[in-house]
């Protein structure tokens, strides 16, 4: 029997805040507008729904060049005009040429549904303002075969962003919105420990330490994330790191630090 209430899950660890925020973003039928900066874990806030719920998930991934139509129907004409030219049954019917997107998947399916629109501020500016009707009414019409999709169960909406542009204040409004905070080094822990069967406790303290130290200095440009903290001590244990290099070497900190600039900074501050 699924649950009707969000509590995380194993590999998911949830603030009390956010939990609640989810529980309240499905009472009132409201998308969750979830913001945070890279690595906190929006995106897996969804999938972290999906399972702990027992309900599919789709996921619309965002792009430059995403448009609102992309997420309800396309219409394939070059492929009616080319089967017309062949001669292959079935041209007639405009139907067999419409193709629903995440959106209009979501919509058509007879349980309820975790709808995942992620990173919705890499749109153009009028992106959110073009979904405002079809998450209010959570319908659309597809004028070639003059029909209403509309949804029998409206789905959980889940909205991510990066805070990349402004988000429109009509599109807002409409939402239930909540910042994700980085992770504080108590949660911190608790996020790791759910990765990772065994952990030696020195290992894990000097691995946040060098971390958070990371994170702290003031010119970083790209901050390593909760992944990439992770990903870093899988990297020690394979690597068969003792615990005092770690804090004297920083070995494989290409794992925790991506750009150039970023690198050199730190190497940098080691020394001084």
Same mark, same amino acid.
């Given at each position: 029997? #699924?649950?009707?209430?969000?509590?995380?899950? /194993?590999?998911?660890?949830?603030? %009390?805040?956010?939990?609640?925020?989810?529980?309240?973003?499905?009472?009132?039928?409201?998308?969750?507008?979830?913001?945070?900066?890279?690595?906190?874990?929006?995106?897996?806030?969804?999938?972290?729904?999906?399972?702990?719920?027992? /309900?599919?998930?789709?996921? *619309?991934?965002?792009?430059? $060049?995403?448009?609102?139509?992309?997420?309800?129907?396309?219409?394939?004409?070059?492929?009616?005009?080319?089967?017309?030219q062949f001669g292959e049954a079935g041209v007639d019917d405009?139907?067999?040429?419409?193709k629903l997107g995440k959106l209009g998947e979501a919509f058509?399916?007879?349980?309820?549904?975790?709808?995942?629109?992620?990173?919705?501020?890499?749109?153009?500016?009028?992106f959110p303002n073009d979904l405002l009707w079809e998450l209010?009414?959570?319908? =659309?019409?597809?004028?070639?075969?003059?029909? $209403?999709?509309?949804?029998?169960?409206?789905?959980?909406? &889940?909205? $991510?962003?990066?805070?990349?542009?402004?988000?429109?204040?009509?599109?807002?409004?409409?939402?239930? =919105?909540?910042?994700?905070? =980085?992770?504080?080094? %108590?949660?911190?822990?608790?996020?790791?420990?759910?990765?990772?069967?065994?952990?030696?406790?020195?290992?894990?303290?000097?691995?946040?330490?060098? =971390?958070? *130290? &990371?994170?702290?200095?003031?010119?970083?440009?790209? /901050?390593?994330?909760? #992944? %990439?903290?992770?990903? *870093?001590?899988?990297?020690?244990?394979?690597?068969?790191?003792?615990?005092?290099?770690?804090?004297?070497?920083?070995?494989?900190?290409?794992?925790?630090? /991506?750009?150039?600039?970023?690198? %050199?900074?730190?190497?940098?501050?080691?020394? #001084?």
């Open positions: 029997m #699924s649950q009707t209430n969000f509590t995380g899950t /194993k590999k998911y660890i949830a603030s %009390e805040e956010l939990m609640k925020t989810v529980d309240v973003a499905m009472e009132l039928q409201k998308p969750l507008l979830v913001k945070g900066e890279p690595g906190t874990g929006k995106t897996m806030l969804a999938e972290a729904v999906a399972e702990a719920l027992d /309900k599919p998930l789709y996921i *619309w991934n965002i792009k430059s $060049t995403t448009k609102a139509q992309d997420g309800l129907y396309t219409y394939d004409t070059i492929q009616r005009l080319y089967d017309s405009i139907s067999h040429y419409i058509k399916q007879d349980g309820q549904v975790v709808l995942l629109i992620d990173e919705i501020d890499k749109a153009d500016l009028e209010d009414k959570m319908e =659309f019409y597809i004028h070639e075969t003059k029909e $209403t999709v509309k949804a029998k169960v409206r789905p959980i909406v &889940i909205i $991510t962003s990066n805070a990349e542009k402004e988000l429109p204040d009509a599109f807002l409004r409409r939402c239930i =919105f909540h910042y994700i905070a =980085f992770p504080d080094r %108590e949660q911190m822990a608790e996020i790791v420990h759910a990765h990772f069967d065994k952990l030696e406790d020195n290992l894990l303290k000097e691995a946040m330490d060098a =971390f958070y *130290w &990371i994170r702290s200095l003031r010119d970083m440009r790209k /901050k390593p994330s909760t #992944s %990439e903290l992770i990903d *870093w001590i899988r990297a020690l244990i394979i690597g068969g790191i003792d615990t005092e290099r770690i804090r004297n070497e920083l070995p494989f900190l290409g794992v925790l630090v /991506k750009k150039d600039e970023d690198l %050199e900074l730190v190497r940098q501050m080691q020394l #001084s």
